[in-house]
């Protein structure tokens, strides 16, 4: 799939619109073709009069890749000393210095060397944004991060670095697509890893089943936002009413990141805003909790703000009168909550939240519960 746009419709865009957009490439494996498929977009845009430059290209030392950058401009990149190892990343600041109306900028889940003004590529992707020019991008499907805990229990692999939703729902997506069989070979002919590195990764990330997990979830994340947009392109006007919201509700219980990578995913469905929220009582105020307790609420609530969430903390002696307020002043439809952990003697004398949030809340409103 190429852009949804002509590169005549795009230029147009651009002339007549300030925000800056960021289009994100998305495949499931390394190899199946991301960065060529940018390349081939992008001097597509600058035949077409558009100012493309490439901030940073990975070409992973694949010939077909790097004969493709032609003769699109290239930022030097900035030098960075690493433990007595010089090494390349993307110079950011010379990019909005050129400021084009499109850049390049590859492997947008990349962590930065240490000693880089920000830690995620991403974070420089979003300055540049900020700045007014356009971004193209590319990631793996596997690196999202409200799909992280998934992909590592069905395919055994830990993805270690991740970029939040609140980065991808704000981009248009682009599948890039081959078929299982097709990559698997492009794996044994060499075009993907060195050949010391063949063997290891067909036995290991690269099996077939897999690669057709991961496959069916890039088609499936790609194909969402397609549906969102065009339904967003056939509503007329104004929506009705107040827009629908999701709200994750914390507790100082550890276990909150399942709770907020779900909330993450159902408000990218519902192409909605969402909230996590905590409550702190009487009995789990600061004084009152120890120093690990305090490090993991805090710890959990910069988390839903890296996912996207607006976070709120609210005070009260009422845990579930505290929410359903909360819910109702902010047209919640849409409520996450983890099971508690919690015996039946506290049930008895505490009484059980959910089943009270439930009752009050009323019709209107989808309780879900995640276990632990």
Known sequence: MSLRRSPEEYLARLEKEDEARLTIYVGFAAGVGKTYKML????????????????????????????????????????????????????????????????????????????????????????????????????????LESVNEFVERATGVKVRETVPDRIVRRAELINV????????????????????????????????????????????????DLEARYTARRENGPRSGEPERVMVALSSKPDARSLLRRGSRVAGRMNTDWYAVYVETPRTAPERLSATAQRQISENLQFARELGAEVVVLKGKDVVAELVRFAREHNVTYVIMGHPRRSRWEKFWRGDVIDRFIYEIGEGVDVQIVSS
């Open 40 to 143: 081939a977009d992008a001097h597509d845009l600058k035949r077409a009069g558009v100012d493309v430059v490439c901030g940073y290209i990975e070409t992973h030392g694949r010939r077909e890749t790097e004969e493709m950058i032609g003769d699109l401009e290239v930022i030097p990149r900035k030098k960075i000393e690493y433990r007595g190892i010089l090494l390349e990343e993307m110079d950011t600041e010379a990019v909005m210095f050129r400021h084009p109306q499109v850049a390049l900028v590859d492997e947008l889940a990349h962590t930065n060397v240490p000693g880089s003004k920000n830690a995620k590529r991403y974070q420089d992707v979003e300055e540049i944004l900020a700045a007014g020019i356009d971004v193209f991008s590319t990631m793996n499907i596997q690196h």
């Open 177 to 224: 697509d081959v078929t299982v069989d097709t990559l698997r070979e492009r794996l044994l002919e060499g075009r993907v890893y060195p050949p010391e590195r063949v063997r290891q990764a067909l036995e290991n990330f690269f099996t077939e089943e897999n690669l057709s997990l991961l496959r069916e979830l890039s088609l499936h994340e790609t194909a969402r």
